[in-house]
């Protein structure tokens, strides 16, 4: 029994040295690459300089290592660096998958005006917001922890509300939304009818429309997407002059022309009674 129990305890520890042996010959990192999942405009880096930014040991067992570690060094030394995942290449390699970070917005903080991405990250900072130096639309009404930010950091906030994603879930890339809006404020409105302060969503359009998303934080992904349509067909609520017996008005009475129409406000909103109204019922008020 003493003599089968030596033999099992032998060949587990031949198991794990043999293991250990592969890890650090077979399984040694030997190669690193990068892979470009989007275009790379703003990354000024080579594939080298990332390659040392993420201070990777070579030589080492491709495995157990912290791959978050390097992650964070690439994307600390490399702001416009958006690390998607780093795979393991078996035997001995590592592919780097990286996206390029776009300028989404641009936020006044103390005096200083920081273009950040979807997340927040600060890409590049700026003493005045230049709409001819950046396609990044202006933020406003962010709360934001702190005082001052670097490059590269990401921005505390508390208020933040997706619009960015949501919009691009309606089917409105970056590009699109940087061409059809001005600005962005996020805001509040304390609602009479609840009794509270309700998040609100202000969106400032290039040709003149203001739009509110009211209780923004409940069923977001509706009020986009109603907010949209309205936009696509906002000349449609024009009044016909000849036509007296269906008059097109706003919620306060006035007659909608084409021209009240262009800066028109428009509110949209859910219907309060939740029992038989969920998420996706919202309307929308046109205010002159």
């Known amino acids: ?14 198991v794990i040295l ?14 690193i690459e990068i892979d470009y999942r989007t275009n790379k405009l703003n990354i000024t880096a080579t594939d080298e300089e990332i390659i040392e930014s993420a ?40 592919i780097i998958h990286i996206a390029e970070r ?10 200083q005006y920081y273009i950040v991405d979807e997340d927040y990250k600060v890409l590049s900072i700026t ?36 619009i960015y994603s949501t919009l691009y879930e309606n089917n409105r890339p970056l590009n699109e939304q940087q061409a ?6 996020f805001t509040s409105e304390y609602d009479e009818n609840v009794g509270q302060e309700q998040s609100a969503i202000e969106l400032k359009f290039f040709s003149g429309q203001t739009f509110r998303l009211i209780n923004a934080s409940f069923g977001l992904t509706y009020k986009v997407s109603l907010m949209l349509d309205v936009y696509s067909q906002i000349f449609e609520f024009v009044d016909d002059p000849s036509d007296d ?6 919620e306060n009475g006035n007659l909608l022309t084409e021209e009240n129409l262009k800066t028109a406000t428009i509110e949209i909103r859910n219907y309060y009674d939740y029992r038989v109204h969920d998420e996706s019922d919202c309307y929308f008020q046109i205010y002159v």
């Open 127 to 162: 003493d005045e917001y230049l709409s001819d130096q950046t396609n990044a639309i202006l933020l406003n009404g962010l709360n934001i922890r702190g005082t001052s930010y670097a490059v590269g950091e990401f921005l505390k906030v508390s208020n933040s509300l997706p």
């Open 55 to 94: 201070d990777i040991d070579m030589g080492g067992s491709v495995f157990f290592r912290n791959k978050q570690y390097y992650i964070d060094n690439i994307e600390r030394a490399n702001p416009y660096v958006k690390v998607i995942n780093i795979e393991t290449v078996f035997p001995s390699s590592y």
């Open 245 to 250: 017996t269906n008059n097109k008005v706003d």
């Open 180 to 185: 059809m809006i001005e600005n962005i404020t």
């Open 18 to 31: 043999l293991i250990v042996i592969l890890s650090f010959t077979l399984f040694s990192l030997k190669s």
């Open 102 to 111: 776009q300028e989404v917005f641009s936020i006044e903080h103390n005096g």
């Open 1 to 14: 029994m003493k003599k089968k129990c030596i033999i099992a305890i032998s060949v587990v520890v031949s």
